[in-house]
């Protein structure tokens, strides 16, 4: 774990011409296996999930010595044998994530972090031939939350459908090589993103509406959270993860540990400095960043009633939400100018992403940014 986050594993020689390397993603490491072909060459092969995370089971998770056990049969059946091993899952993920980094490093670096922890840790060490509607169907059904909030259901299968994508596009890769002896697509070819749930985001707060819901928030905690939310571009998810640590003074920046597409640093503006500084001095590095009334960490959809409640003592639409304050900041951050690569790394989004659903936004400040930005003389 001391190692850093990198694209190339870290080998070590197990045996003649073989080599177990390890590599640290921003979620779970992998185990891969490299093996010399006797001519200068060699070819890798992932293995399995590394325990640096979770204990070994000896199946999904292997600890080093079960990872060597596994590499040599590997390697024995790709060698020794004349038919050429099932390709896994995370080969064929693999290989599709190397492409696309040779095409768009951002790009892949976000599909890289939704499938190792939306897709891979289930199925990566799964052989693509053996994979099956049915259990696909189960999957993309598990990514929906079960909550009384309409808004964050829709969400979840708009992102649920967005992961399905890039499934698709790495198992379509591989089928695309005759080589790896893939006939039949039907599994995830038959698999049915879900419908009518992608749409812009509608609900935006101006700088007035926000301190409305600040001010007749139901207590401080709602209070902290909604502010938080708006001055950080943060998910709730992630700033209900976020410690006192995770607040850099000097830096003037917060780590978010716990993304939806893996760590990042925030960079924050003056005011939110100021305000992280307000509610975090003085309190033990471990507690929770943002706490309840009762110093407790908000949990998964706590927030949905104090928030409704905000909405209602303030006069505003009951339909609004606290992810409307993440829409909020992605939008002024682009009137104002900030680029696009920026606001992505900033909010843990792609530029894609928010040139797809901010494309009203866009369109309606090009004339601004071309007269603040294009040369003059």
Same mark, same amino acid.
Not at 103 to 115: D, H, K, Y
Not at 305 to 311: T, Y
């Given at each position: 774990?001391?190692?850093?986050?990198?694209?190339?594993p870290?080998?070590?020689r197990?045996?003649?011409?073989?080599?177990?390397?390890?590599?640290?993603?921003?979620?779970?490491?992998?185990?891969?296996?490299?093996?010399?072909?006797?001519?200068?060459?060699?070819?890798?092969?992932?293995?399995?999930?590394?325990?640096?995370?979770?204990?070994?089971?000896?199946?999904?998770?292997?600890?080093?010595?079960?990872?060597?056990?596994?590499?040599?049969?590997t390697? *024995?059946?790709?060698?020794?044998g004349?038919?050429?091993?099932?390709?896994?899952?995370?080969?064929?993920?693999?290989?599709?994530?190397?492409?696309?980094?040779?095409?768009n490093?951002?790009?892949?670096?976000?599909?890289?972090?939704?499938?190792?922890?939306?897709?891979?840790?289930?199925?990566?060490?799964?052989?693509?031939?053996?994979?099956? *509607?049915?259990?696909?169907?189960?999957?993309?059904?598990?990514?929906?939350?079960?909550?009384?909030?309409?808004?964050?259901?829709?969400?979840?299968?708009?992102?649920?459908?967005?992961?399905?994508?890039?499934?698709?596009?790495?198992?379509?890769?591989?089928?695309?090589?005759?080589?790896?002896?893939?006939?039949?697509?039907?599994?995830?070819?038959?698999? *049915?993103?879900?419908?009518?749930?992608?749409?812009?985001?509608?609900?935006?707060?101006?700088?007035?509406e926000?301190?409305?819901?600040?001010?007749?928030?139901?207590?401080?905690?709602?209070?902290?959270?909604? *502010?938080?939310?708006?001055?950080?571009?943060?998910?709730?998810?992630?700033?209900?993860?976020?410690?006192?640590?995770?607040?850099?003074?000097?830096?003037?920046?917060?780590?978010?540990?716990?993304?939806?597409?893996?760590?990042?640093n925030?960079?924050?503006?003056?005011?939110?400095?100021?305000?992280?500084?307000?509610?975090?001095?003085?309190?033990?590095?471990?507690?929770?960043?943002?706490?309840?009334?009762d110093?407790?960490?908000?949990?998964?959809?706590e927030?949905?009633?104090?928030?409704?409640?905000?909405?209602?003592?303030?006069?505003?639409?009951?339909?609004?939400?606290?992810?409307?304050?993440?829409?909020?900041?992605?939008?002024?951050?682009?009137?104002?100018?900030?680029?696009l690569?920026?606001?992505a790394?900033?909010?843990?989004?792609?530029?894609?992403?928010?040139?797809?659903?901010?494309?009203?936004?866009?369109?309606?400040?090009?004339?601004?940014?071309?007269?603040?930005?294009?040369?003059?003389?």
């Amino acid at each position: 774990m001391k190692l850093p986050v990198a694209k190339k594993p870290i080998f070590v020689r197990i045996g003649q011409g073989l080599s177990l390397g390890y590599r640290r993603n921003r979620t779970v490491g992998t185990w891969v296996l490299r093996v010399s072909d006797g001519k200068g060459s060699n070819w890798t092969s992932a293995v399995g999930n590394a325990d640096d995370r979770e204990d070994a089971d000896g199946d999904r998770i292997l600890s080093f010595w079960q990872a060597q056990e596994r590499a040599r049969a590997t390697a *024995k059946s790709k060698v020794g044998g004349t038919k050429r091993a099932p390709l896994t899952v995370r080969e064929a993920a693999e290989t599709h994530l190397q492409m696309l980094a040779a095409r768009n490093p951002r790009s892949a670096n976000s599909t890289r972090g939704r499938l190792e922890k939306k897709f891979l840790t289930k199925f990566g060490d799964r052989t693509v031939e053996t994979l099956t *509607k049915t259990q696909l169907d189960g999957w993309l059904a598990s990514l929906v939350l079960k909550s009384d909030d309409a808004e964050r259901v829709r969400r979840s299968k708009d992102s649920a459908n967005r992961v399905l994508s890039m499934v698709k596009a790495a198992l379509n890769h591989a089928l695309r090589d005759p080589a790896n002896g893939l006939a039949d697509d039907s599994a995830w070819r038959l698999v *049915k993103p879900f419908h009518g749930v992608a749409k812009a985001r509608e609900i935006r707060y101006t700088v007035e509406e926000v301190r409305k819901l600040i001010d007749h928030a139901p207590d401080d905690g709602i209070g902290n959270l909604i *502010k938080g939310a708006y001055l950080t571009g943060a998910r709730f998810g992630e700033l209900a993860q976020a410690h006192v640590r995770d607040f850099d003074r000097k830096a003037k920046t917060l780590w978010i540990n716990a993304g939806k597409t893996g760590s990042r640093n925030v960079i924050l503006q003056s005011d939110a400095v100021t305000f992280l500084n307000e509610i975090s001095t003085n309190r033990p590095s471990s507690d929770p960043l943002f706490v309840k009334t009762d110093g407790s960490r908000w949990k998964r959809s706590e927030q949905t009633r104090p928030f409704k409640e905000a909405l209602r003592q303030a006069g505003l639409p009951p339909d609004g939400s606290i992810y409307a304050l993440r829409h909020s900041y992605i939008s002024s951050a682009i009137e104002g100018g900030v680029p696009l690569n920026i606001i992505a790394e900033n909010c843990g989004t792609s530029v894609r992403m928010i040139e797809t659903t901010y494309a009203k936004v866009l369109a309606e400040h090009r004339r601004n940014f071309i007269e603040r930005g294009a040369p003059t003389l």
